[in-house]
Nanobody, 127 residues
Framework: QVRLVESGGGLVQAGGSLRLSCAASGRTFSSYAMGWFRQVPGKERNFVAAISRSGATTNYADSVKGRFTISGDNAKNTVYLQMNRLKPEDTAVYFC????????????????????WGQGTQVTVSS
């Protein structure tokens, strides 16, 4: 089992940047494929980015491609989401998630494929 704790959210002006962190404790971090999702109140949780256990494979939602970067640091048991050129429509609660897959290069794009979730961190982008 793994415990996930997100941090790094906050208020930023449009065009600015934030870096979200997701610290994992428990089972070896490199045993998990990781993902980031976001949710606006009253709406479903949407995929943002994913990274494989090896770190060699990543995927992004079309809405963030070219602006967001997901990365992992196994030594720190942490996955990051670097968010640049933020837009008001990026405003949401951001969640990280972990999938204890046996496949080192597989990524997962739907919330149903993830077993463990953090509590979320709020990102607000003002116009």
């Amino acid at each position: 089992q793994v415990r996930l704790v997100e941090s790094g959210g906050g208020l930023v002006q449009a065009g600015g940047s934030l870096r979200l962190s997701c610290a994992a404790s428990g089972r070896t971090f490199s045993s998990y494929a990781m993902g980031w999702f976001r949710q606006v109140p009253g709406k479903e949780r949407n995929f943002v980015a994913a990274i494989s256990r090896s770190g060699a494979t990543t995927n992004y939602a079309d809405s963030v491609k070219g602006r967001f970067t997901i990365s992992g640091d196994n030594a720190k048991n942490t996955v990051y989401l670097q968010m640049n050129r933020l837009k008001p429509e990026d405003t949401a609660v951001y969640f990280c998630a972990a999938n204890p897959t046996i496949y080192i290069d597989r990524i997962y794009n739907t919330e149903y494929e993830y077993d463990y979730w953090g509590q979320g961190t709020q990102v607000t982008v003002s116009s």
